[in-house]
């Protein structure tokens, strides 16, 4: 069965630092990838998304994330967070031959202003 | 507002209740999903609708849950005799599959909080 692993629940950063988040799934065909964000109080909202070509993607305020296939890992990177990434992030896999997407159990990012 | 708006945005029941959740997609979208998430925890997969016709349901969904989409509108998330373990957030989204548009981006809703008392 799919599983996606997010290697840490809680992050805390301070304002400026690079911010990486892990994310590992198990699935041994084609999959989309994406990174979902909530923030407090918000909908879940999408981030960014990969389908095919290049392995780097970018999404909205500066957020960009790797596929690595070798790896099966869609790591998440911010070169310089700021106080308003404060929010918890979802990975999440969908298998490109059906229809259900399954999200990892999230990250809590807080960001010291 | 043209999201996806879910309705009540919490809801407290006593043990043994029915509950009824509604949500509504975005008008054009033709796939409506439906999650839980408990503390901790990301989304998990309920079930979902390929406009009306609900194509699959998560082994998660005893039979005591049952969703239906008339006329591929809205769609609406039913759990009868309810216990204390259907405490959750119940998440709605929606996408639009099919044609030139296949983007498979969700657009979730606020959610709908289930306290069971």
């Known amino acids: 069965a799919q599983s996606v692993s997010q290697h840490n629940h809680h992050v805390i950063l301070s304002e400026a630092a690079s911010l990486e988040l892990g994310c590992n799934y198990s699935?041994?065909?084609?999959?989309?990838l994406f990174w979902y964000v909530q923030y407090p109080g918000q909908h879940l909202q999408l981030l960014l998304k990969?389908?095919?070509?290049?392995?780097l993607v970018k999404g909205i305020k500066g957020f960009e994330a790797e596929f690595i296939k070798s790896k099966f890992s869609f790591n998440l990177r911010k070169p310089s967070v700021q106080w308003s990434d404060t929010a918890e992030y979802f990975c999440?896999?969908?298998?490109?031959?059906?229809?259900?997407?399954?999200f990892g159990a999230g990250t809590r990012l807080f960001v010291k202003a | 507002d043209t999201g996806v708006s879910q309705d009540p945005r919490h809801k407290i029941t006593k043990r043994g209740q029915n509950v009824t959740f509604r949500c509504d997609p975005i008008?054009?979208?033709?796939?409506l999903y439906w999650y839980r998430q408990t503390l901790g925890q990301g989304p998990e997969f309920l079930t979902y609708?390929?406009?009306?016709?609900?194509?699959?349901k998560s082994r998660l969904l005893s039979d005591r849950f049952s969703a239906e989409r008339p006329k591929g509108s809205f769609s609406t998330l039913e759990i009868q005799r309810t216990e204390q373990g259907d405490s959750a957030m119940y998440l709605c989204?929606?996408?639009?599959?099919?044609?030139?548009?296949?983007?498979?981006?969700?657009?979730f809703g606020p959610g709908t909080r289930l306290t069971v008392t």
């Open positions: 990969y389908f095919s070509g290049d392995p």
């Open positions: 989204a929606s996408s639009l599959v099919g044609g030139w548009q296949n983007s498979y981006e969700q657009y």
């Open positions: 699935y041994g065909g084609t999959v989309n």
């Open positions: 008008s054009e979208h033709n796939r």
């Open positions: 999440a896999v969908r298998d490109t031959g059906g229809f259900k997407t399954i």
């Open positions: 609708f390929q406009n009306e016709a609900q194509l699959e």
